[in-house]
């Protein structure tokens, strides 16, 4: 009903802020509420570039599909960008009563999405050889995943090579997988391997979706990505380590115990550097400090950090 309301305001001329003229692509609309966060990229985790102090009358070029937002009155996955702004502002603070808004175009599909940068198939595959088991699954899911990494800033050579070689002893890289004999109901689900209520349940509230009771979204084409993205930047904050070369700590991470397995990942980290840049640098780190080399699963990620720190390196 307010967003009702605020649109027939917004049709009178009634609004709180105006922003100058409309550029003749653009399609004029308004908030409602105050307080509403106008962010760099379609997602909550993006940086906020300005909030609106209230109703806001916006011109929008194109639209979206970034993370969900709920309010009183409704969902939307969909996000405006709104070029006077510098950003996007989530559909369900703006005063339509669809949940995607009306003939704006989707942003990119007039011109195809730059690839530079982009994994491919043959990519990963030069990395990793035969762990490349399912190549038409993977291949079907590296759009999201590649929309993943461009989210999480995962953009060197180093980030995406820590990134893939983590994915790929995970899940092969495979968007569906479920964890081989694992019947517990949060058991280990998509290309992160998501595992424990403890992370289900923060992960499920981070994008607005019932993951607890519906789990095998998880390993849905739609979320499997974007909840990798989430534990990788949220649940912990794993860039800097590969900035750093410590596949020591981006392992600790992941969460499961020091052992054989961290010498195998490491050694597909090189691999996928050496692909990537064609060489491996000196100063691998394949080794985890001793208050890391327990199971890290269930830690905090202020915990999982302190511990980080007290381990020397980084900060």
């Given at each position: 009903m307010r967003r009702f309301l605020t649109a027939v305001l917004a049709c009178l001329g009634i609004t709180a802020t105006a922003l100058v003229a409309t550029p003749a692509y653009a399609t004029g609309f308004s908030t409602y509420g105050s307080g509403v966060n106008v962010r760099s990229d379609a997602y909550l985790s993006s940086a906020v570039v300005r909030t609106l102090s209230g109703p806001t009358s916006i011109d929008v070029d194109c639209q979206k599909h970034g993370d969900r937002v709920s309010n009183s009155d409704g969902t939307s996955e969909w996000w405006a960008h709104v070029p006077a702004l510098?950003?996007?502002?989530?559909?369900?603070?703006?005063?339509?009563?669809?949940?995607?808004?009306?003939?704006?175009?989707?942003?990119?599909?007039?011109?195809?999405?730059?690839?530079?940068?982009?994994?491919?198939?043959?990519?990963?595959?030069?990395?990793?050889?035969?762990?490349?088991?399912?190549?038409?699954?993977?291949?079907?899911?590296?759009?999201?995943?590649?929309?993943?990494?461009?989210?999480?800033?995962?953009?060197?050579?180093?980030?995406?090579?820590?990134?893939?070689?983590?994915?790929?002893?995970?899940s092969r890289l495979e968007y569906n997988i479920r964890e081989i004999g694992d019947t517990r109901l949060y058991g280990g689900r998509g290309y992160i391997q998501l595992t424990g209520d403890f992370n289900y349940g923060p992960a499920g509230q981070y994008f607005g979706i019932d993951l607890l009771g519906n789990p095998d979204l998880a390993m849905s084409l739609q979320w499997s990505a974007p909840i990798a993205r989430w534990y990788w930047t949220v649940a912990r904050n794993i860039n800097p380590y590969a900035d750093n070369l410590d596949m020591g700590r981006v392992n600790a991470a992941i969460g499961y115990p020091a052992g054989a397995e961290d010498q195998r990942r490491c050694d597909s980290f090189k691999n996928a550097i050496r692909y990537l840049t064609g060489s491996v640098p000196s100063g691998v780190i394949c080794t985890r400090p001793s208050p890391l080399k327990g199971d890290t699963s269930k830690l905090t990620r202020t915990q999982f950090d302190a511990l980080a720190k007290n381990g020397g390196g980084l900060g």
């Open positions: 510098g950003g996007y502002v989530t559909v369900v603070y703006i005063s339509v009563p669809e949940d995607k808004l009306p003939g704006v175009p989707e942003c990119g599909t007039d011109n195809p999405p730059p690839a530079d940068g982009d994994i491919t198939l043959a990519d990963v595959q030069a990395m990793f050889g035969t762990r490349i088991a399912n190549p038409s699954i993977v291949e079907t899911g590296l759009p999201s995943l590649n929309q993943a990494m461009r989210d999480a800033n995962i953009n060197t050579p180093y980030r995406k090579a820590a990134f893939l070689a983590t994915l790929v002893h995970e």
